[in-house]
């Protein structure tokens, strides 16, 4: 093996352990700790660096640099919207400093359609990451079918007034069940809530993202509001996904089979 592919397959092999390490730590705490990435990142960066100055042109450190500042943008707007936990947004942004392109010289994918994304390695990453978490929306469906086939019950009781777009979020990524559970488990998140206003009073509204930092602000006021009724309700709740685990297995897809939601794209549209 040449010195390049020998630091290619090096930079391969950072990622995949930092990657099982810290998705080990997301599934058992649902957090990572900093000296994770405090590693992750100056490896990362230093290897990639010397493989660009003494193996490749100039115009692949351009790239380099557009990877990392595209990727951490992205990721971090995307943590401050709320749909990216810190850990996930910092796990990104390592793999743009560590493989910012595709590791052409040690691996071909399967699936080889020329994906808009193959160029920025970690945007194929988090696209097929995507794509793996939303297959948890058959175990959020089944639940749900479930529920309502067991009770009896209208899914949405409650919640007359909220528009559809926000209901049909709510089942792909939410069940319902007693709040007794919702109280027993920290890695369960409200998706409702209670707000007070002076013309109708109480009103029950969805959430579309869980709140982390405010869910037992969220809890207090659903104890609040049901009270005597607390162990006959059933509130939407939604599992605090440990998204690194479906970043490190949207990292092995890229590797092996490519950009998924292209390939399917261009197998639909021909």
């Known amino acids: 093996m040449e010195l390049v592919e020998g630091l290619e397959a090096a930079r391969v092999m950072l990622c995949i352990v930092f990657l099982v390490y810290a998705s080990i730590s997301d599934y058992r705490k649902r957090e990572v700790s900093n000296m994770v990435w405090v590693w992750f990142a100056p490896l990362g960066a230093a290897l990639t660096i010397t493989q660009f100055l003494f193996f490749e042109s100039p115009t692949f450190l351009q790239l380099y640099a557009f990877s990392v500042i595209f990727t951490s943008a992205f990721a971090i707007l995307l943590f401050y919207l709320g749909a990216f936990g810190g850990a996930d947004a910092k ?14 010289r040690l691996f071909q994918p399967l699936f080889p359609e020329a994906s808009p994304f193959s160029t920025f390695f970690p945007m194929l990453v988090f696209f097929n990451a995507i794509l793996m978490a939303a297959l948890s929306v058959f175990y959020a469906l089944t639940r749900n079918l479930l529920w309502k086939l067991q009770t009896k019950r209208e899914l949405f009781e409650g919640f007359e007034k909220e528009p559809f777009i926000r209901k049909f979020l709510t089942i792909l990524c939410a069940y319902k069940l007693p709040l007794s559970k919702l109280k027993e488990k920290e890695f369960l ?26 869910r037992d602000e969220i809890l207090e006021r659903i104890l609040k509001f049901i009270g005597k009724e607390e162990s006959k309700s059933y509130v939407w709740a939604t599992p605090g996904l440990p998204l690194m685990i479906f970043i490190l297995l949207g990292f092995l897809v890229a590797l092996i089979f490519g950009d998924l939601i292209w390939t399917f794209l261009v197998w639909v549209l021909g």
């Open 91 to 104: 796990g990104l942004i390592c793999i743009a400093l560590t493989l910012p392109m595709y590791p052409e």
């Open 189 to 214: 998140y409200p998706l409702e809530d209670y707000e007070e206003n002076s013309v109708d009073g109480v009103t029950r509204k969805l959430l579309v993202f869980p709140k982390d930092e405010k």
